[in-house]
């Protein structure tokens, strides 16, 4: 019993010794004023370092730091602005021309040339994964040494936009050849920062690029910390054991929000929930039946119950970040006229129907709150709730009534969710779950599509806006926000609505 | 002794082939595609066929199970699904973490939990027997999940003693941020190890070779250490041998609350996103280890109490018996 006893007082003063143990975090600091490092906190591990195969947000978060692309978007203005390629020009609608920056090399000191570029793009456009954001280039021609031409199957509007998507990386041609597999555990790009380590699950580490274009990054390392359960980022946040946390869970934005030592940072996110009605199945075929649904969502309640106010009421499937928005406004709450038009319709007591949902309980508690809204125009829904895979592929299959879907705009261009979502084309599997074939619909979505005129475009996403309003084929419900938590000491942190941001910029005072 | 060893390893085969043979079927046959969660409802249908393809997804079911058992038998459990990486190599890296967490937490339990039994069981239905047992049952019942946060809370938000998550570095480190997780997942073994001791204490205390013992004149001390609890040991060695191989296995709250990179949370990871390769390679570990502890619990047996000893070993038996005669 005495030897317990000791091993138990040992035990305590052990932990009371720790105590007083200098943290992990003081011994990183560095000189000048700022850290040396910026410790990040996010939900999930990265799946894998391949930019052509890691196309996941916890992925791209990370590696995004480590491979460039041939442009970039910003991440304020929304701009595509030039980074491996110094400048491009439009040589055709199908061609364009691209002038590789000379002088770039990859962290494993080889020259970026116009071999890599191509070996890329090809590689991405091979891959079972990314293919869907590169796969509208025909071909990728070696000019010289520092210039590409890409050409696409067709006039391709978002091409820019596309080619500055993450899982558009240029990695090393010589180092892939040589080592196919080489890129999943020890990725080498062109970034600002260089792959260090990485332990499954715990953590992936990151050391400043000396040598990267725009000059050094303003921090040394990048740590990021893989924390699943969301309020222990909260707590380390707290603590100081995180300098930035992503993903703040709902019930801790309130608790950063009240603390003095943190910023919460708070923006739309690039991602639409929606309900799509199937068009192929009565009374969805009935244009008034689909107005009376959205007349019948007060969605601004929905954000601010079901959401703990966060997020906002959705007018369009596309989210304002999004090149090509044009607000059409939130479809006014009016339960009375909804009725009206189920009446006109020919429904005067409502109906029974289904809305299928995949087993994720904020989608759930959304949708019993609308199947509530619904009841009180007479309409019966039956929420069934049913796995992810089973859901995508019973929808695709078009045995849904009404199906409740997100969406982000990857690419942050309108073209990659009108075309997939609303163009008759692309019905069932590739997004298009409404079954619409609407001609003008179509002329719209292909004019937005193939004119490298920003302009044309833009006005097209605004008639395409207006006439699908009209047609109500889908209902717009939220836009999720996205969030972080950074304390105080951080300097240049940009939220990004795409979800993965940029650090390169980011700074820690001591 | 040796032959029964060497009995119990090959029995571990048959378990270890149905083991497979369910979790295949079942994770194959369950609703789901692989390819779609790994691409997302985002993916095109050429896409999605590329990558079914790329799995082997379009292959029949029993050609699949095949070739994977094929594979397993020359010890290589494939690639993951998701990051296309070599499952054993994970399974391997992984298993240190959770072995540290799960001794660390066997260690904890035992030491609460065996001296608080004993007192209980010696001083049956006093006020220090009863608050223990309350204790016990709100052990036993306070799910991991919040006790973790409760502790964290605690002793890093209030107190700052400890890091909230994540496994430290070096030993010191280690040992920090070890201490939370191994009270968590001590506390729920520890309540079990009280409950399971005093009862077995119990039972023994009321035998008469104790009584006999007392009238020999032996400390009570002596009788506590020597009689009573070496006979009461053998189901406490049964519940924390039970115990240990689950938590061999991943404790899988415990590792997701404090970020701990354990197998737990690398199964976690592979059900949700349904890589068939990883949950097997996973499962198959956690059963071998299993069966691994449950043969030494059965080994420990024999040295606890030596008529248990006899058994393995015929010979003796009759040796004895003949003595005896």
Same mark, same amino acid.
């Given at each position: 019993m005495k030897k317990i006893l000791t091993v138990l007082v040992v035990l305590l003063s052990s932990i009371a010794l720790f105590a007083g143990g200098a943290s992990e975090r003081d011994a990183d600091a560095g000189s000048g004023g700022y850290k040396d490092t910026i410790t990040i906190g996010q939900g999930a591990d990265v799946t894998s370092f391949d930019p052509h195969i890691g196309k996941e947000t916890p992925a791209v978060a990370v590696t995004n730091h480590i491979f460039d692309t041939l442009v970039d978007t910003d991440p304020v203005t929304g701009e595509v602005v030039p980074q491996i390629a110094e400048r491009w020009e439009v040589v055709s609608p199908v061609e364009y021309r691209f002038f590789i920056r000379k002088g770039l090399k990859f962290?494993?000191?080889?020259?970026?040339?116009?071999?890599?570029?191509?070996?890329?793009?090809?590689?991405?456009?091979?891959?079972?994964?990314?293919?869907?954001?590169?796969?509208?280039?025909?071909?990728?021609?070696?000019?010289?040494? /520092?210039?590409?031409?890409?050409?696409? &199957? *067709? !006039?391709?509007?978002?091409?820019?936009?596309?080619? @500055?998507?993450?899982? +558009?990386?240029?990695?090393?041609?010589?180092?892939?050849?040589?080592?196919?597999d080489g890129l999943k555990t020890k990725p080498i790009g062109s970034g600002p920062y260089k792959f260090v380590s990485w332990a499954q699950n715990d953590n992936a580490k990151l050391e400043a690029y000396a040598d990267y274009y725009q000059g050094a990054p303003e921090t040394k390392y990048l740590v990021f910390k893989i924390i699943p359960e969301a309020s222990q980022r909260t707590i380390a946040l707290e603590t100081g054991e995180l300098d930035i946390?992503?993903?703040?869970?709902?019930?801790?934005?309130?608790?950063?929000?009240?603390?003095?030592?943190?910023?919460?940072?708070?923006?739309?996110?690039?991602?639409?929930? /929606?309900?799509?009605?199937?068009?192929? &199945? *009565? !009374?969805?075929?009935?244009?008034?039946?689909?107005? @009376?649904?959205?007349? +019948?969502?007060?969605?601004?309640?929905?954000v601010d119950t079901v959401n703990s106010g966060t997020g906002a009421a959705a007018d369009e499937i596309i989210a304002p970040a999004v090149f090509g928005y044009y607000s059409t406004g939130v479809w006014d709450y009016n339960p009375e006229k909804a009725k009206q038009?189920?009446?006109?319709?020919?429904?005067?007591?409502?109906?029974?129907?289904?809305?299928?949902?995949?087993?994720?309980?904020?989608?759930?508690?959304?949708?019993?709150?609308?199947?509530?809204?619904?009841?009180?125009?007479?309409?019966?829904?039956?929420?069934?709730?049913?796995?992810?895979?089973?859901?995508?592929?019973?929808s695709t299959a078009g045995e849904h009534d009404m199906g409740y879907f997100g969406w982000v705009t990857s690419t942050k261009d309108a073209d990659y969710t009108y075309y997939?979502?609303?163009?008759?084309?692309?019905?069932?599997?590739?997004?298009?779950?409404?079954?619409?074939?609407?001609?003008?619909?179509?002329?719209?979505?292909?004019?937005?599509?193939?004119?490298?005129?920003?302009?044309?475009?833009?006005?097209?996403?605004?008639?395409?806006?207006?006439?699908?309003?009209?047609?109500?084929?889908?209902?717009p419900i939220i836009y999720t926000a996205i969030t972080a938590g950074t304390n105080n000491a951080v300097e240049g942190f940009v939220l990004d609505p795409i979800g993965y941001h940029k650090l390169e910029g980011v700074k820690v005072a001591k | 002794m040796g032959k029964y060893i060497i009995r119990r390893l090959i029995m571990m085969i048959p378990v270890l082939l149905g083991v497979t043979f369910i979790v295949f079927f079942i994770m194959s046959l369950t609703p789901g595609d692989p390819a779609a969660i790994i691409l997302g409802d985002q993916a095109s249908a050429e896409a999605?066929?590329?990558?079914?393809?790329?799995?082997?997804?379009?292959?029949?079911?029993?050609?699949?199970?095949?070739?994977?058992?094929?594979?397993?038998?020359?010890?290589?459990?494939?690639?993951?699904?998701?990051?296309?990486?070599?499952?054993?190599?994970?399974?391997?890296?992984?298993?240190?973490?959770?072995?540290?967490?799960?001794?660390?937490?066997?260690?904890?339990?035992l030491i609460i939990g065996i001296p608080i039994g004993i007192l209980s069981a010696k001083k049956q239905y006093t006020v220090m027997d009863n608050t223990s047992m309350v204790f016990s049952l709100v052990g036993v019942s306070m799910p991991n999940f919040w006790l973790g946060l409760l502790l964290?809370?605690?002793?890093?938000?209030?107190l700052g003693w400890l890091p909230s998550q994540g496994m430290g570095r070096g030993f010191i480190g280690?040992?920090?941020?070890?201490?939370?997780?191994?009270?968590?997942?001590?506390?729920?073994?520890?309540?079990?190890?009280?409950?399971?001791?005093?009862?077995?204490?119990?039972?023994?205390?009321?035998?008469?070779?104790?009584?006999?013992?007392?009238?020999?004149?032996?400390?009570?001390?002596?009788?506590?250490?020597?009689?009573?609890?070496?006979?009461?040991?053998?189901?406490?060695?049964?519940?924390?041998?039970?115990?240990?191989?689950?938590?061999?296995?991943?404790?899988?709250?415990?590792?997701?609350?404090?970020?701990?990179?354990?197998?737990?949370?690398?199964?976690?990871?592979?059900?949700?996103?349904?890589?068939?390769?990883?949950?097997?390679?996973?499962?198959?570990?956690?059963?071998?280890?299993?069966?691994?502890?449950?043969?030494?619990?059965?080994?420990?047996?024999?040295?606890?109490?030596?008529?248990?000893?006899?058994?393995?070993?015929?010979?003796?038996?009759?040796?004895?018996?003949?003595v005896v005669v």
């Open positions: 962290h494993n000191g080889e020259d970026l040339t116009a071999d890599d570029v191509k070996f890329s793009l090809d590689r991405a456009i091979a891959s079972g994964s990314v293919s869907y954001i590169v796969d509208f280039i025909k071909e990728v021609k070696i000019e010289d040494e /520092y210039t590409v031409l890409v050409t696409t &199957k *067709a !006039p391709y509007g978002p091409t820019l936009r596309n080619l @500055a998507v993450p899982f +558009a990386g240029i990695v090393p041609k010589d180092y892939v050849t040589a080592n196919p946390s992503y993903d703040i869970l709902v019930s801790d934005l309130k608790r950063i929000e009240e603390n003095k030592d943190l910023v919460l940072l708070e923006a739309p996110s690039l991602t639409c929930f /929606y309900i799509s009605f199937n068009m192929r &199945k *009565a !009374p969805f075929d009935n244009q008034k039946v689909r107005q @009376a649904i959205n007349m +019948a969502i007060d969605r601004q309640l929905l038009l189920l009446k006109e319709a020919g429904y005067p007591d409502g109906f029974e129907c289904s809305l299928w949902v995949n087993n994720n309980q904020s989608r759930v508690e959304m949708c019993q709150a609308i199947q509530e809204m619904l009841r009180e125009i007479g309409i019966t829904v039956k929420v069934e709730v049913m796995e992810f895979g089973t859901f995508i592929s019973r997939s979502l609303e163009h008759s084309s692309q019905q069932g599997a590739p997004g298009n779950r409404s079954f619409i074939a609407d001609p003008e619909v179509d002329r719209l979505v292909d004019l937005g599509r193939t004119s490298a005129d920003m302009d044309v475009r833009l006005d097209a996403y605004k008639d395409l806006a207006l006439e699908l309003k009209e047609i109500a084929n889908n209902a | 999605l066929e590329m990558k079914r393809i790329e799995l082997g997804l379009d292959k029949p079911l029993l050609v699949r199970y095949a070739t994977y058992m094929g594979n397993l038998f020359q010890g290589d459990l494939g690639l993951s699904y998701r990051n296309q990486i070599p499952v054993a190599s994970q399974v391997w890296d992984k298993f240190p973490n959770t072995a540290i967490l799960a001794i660390s937490g066997i260690l904890v339990a964290s809370l605690l002793f890093a938000l209030k280690l040992l920090r941020s070890l201490v939370l997780p191994a009270l968590t997942l001590g506390t729920g073994a520890a309540a079990t190890v009280v409950r399971m001791t005093r009862s077995s204490m119990l039972e023994v205390i009321r035998q008469d070779y104790i009584s006999t013992a007392r009238a020999k004149g032996i400390t009570e001390k002596q009788i506590t250490k020597k009689h009573m609890l070496k006979n009461a040991l053998i189901p406490i060695v049964t519940a924390v041998g039970l115990q240990f191989g689950l938590l061999l296995g991943g404790a899988m709250l415990t590792e997701t609350i404090f970020s701990w990179p354990g197998l737990g949370r690398l199964m976690v990871d592979s059900i949700t996103s349904k890589d068939i390769p990883m949950v097997l390679g996973s499962v198959i570990f956690m059963a071998v280890m299993f069966s691994f502890v449950n043969l030494l619990v059965d080994i420990l047996y024999a040295f606890l109490d030596p008529r248990i000893k006899s058994q393995y070993s015929k010979k003796v038996v009759r040796r004895r018996r003949g």
